[in-house]
């Protein structure tokens, strides 16, 4: 079974603080993603990677920066919080091939900013 | 430009009905994929099906079944005789090749006992 683990389930913070986010998959999945899901938008793509130290930008990536320096991690960086980016993180891991192929989802991070 | 839209934001039902979830999507693309997943209240995504645009056979697995229609672009997902465990966010995605997948907004299902 794929298994997509994050390191937090929910996590209080600061505005201005600087979040770190951490996403581990074990399936040696080529690609990596992060979402944020927010009531009635469904989910939308932040950032992605499709290897090592590669990533580009999803539909929201403002706010937010990623590294991905071993192939199972892929880390969700908020520079600097703001209320606005409360809200549910999911991170998921898909093999090559394209980005049409299956994504598997970690269990999410509740992220609120005070 | 792609697309997906999920018109049910909520649906309740009581245990055993019947219930389909509607997606409709847009795409200019002759090749492209579709998905549902479920999102129990744990909060992890489930996938549940893809299907490629060049395969339009229904599918069924179980209580679970699928109606891919390229004409009227839906793709909806039938539960039959729901139980309580089948209480969820269901979404239904789009992925072009070459592009990112795009989630509906998801539909809200309850089935009460």
């Known amino acids: 079974d794929v298994k997509v683990t994050q390191s937090s389930r929910y996590l209080v913070k600061r505005t201005g603080e600087k979040v770190f986010l951490e996403c581990v998959q074990d399936m040696d999945h080529e690609n990596m993603f992060w979402y944020r899901q927010d009531p009635g938008l469904g989910l939308r793509l932040i950032y992605f990677?499709?290897?090592?130290?590669?990533?580009e930008k999803g539909d929201i990536p403002e706010g937010y920066s990623v590294s991905r320096e071993k192939k199972e991690r892929f880390s969700l960086i908020l520079e600097s919080a703001s209320t606005n980016q409360t809200s549910m993180y999911l991170c998921a891991s898909g093999v090559a091939g394209g980005l049409q192929e299956t994504q598997y989802f970690g269990p999410g991070t509740r992220l609120l900013v005070l | 430009a792609q697309k997906v839209t999920q018109a049910q934001t909520e649906i309740s039902v009581v245990e055993k009905e019947d219930v389909t979830l509607d997606c409709v999507y847009e795409?200019?693309?002759?090749?492209?994929?579709l998905f549902w997943y479920k999102q129990p209240p744990s909060g992890e995504l489930v996938f549940l099906i893809r299907?490629?645009?060049?395969?339009?056979q229904n599918e069924i697995s179980g209580r679970y079944s699928w109606n891919f229609q390229k004409s009227t672009s839906s793709f909806n997902f039938t539960i039959t005789a729901s139980q309580v465990v089948d209480s969820a966010v269901y979404f239904c995605a789009l992925s072009e090749q070459n592009n990112d997948m795009r989630f509906g907004a998801g539909t809200r299902l309850t089935v009460k006992p």
């Open positions: 990677s499709y290897d090592v130290k590669m990533k």
């Open positions: 299907r490629n645009s060049f395969d339009e």
């Open positions: 795409t200019r693309d002759t090749t492209y994929y």
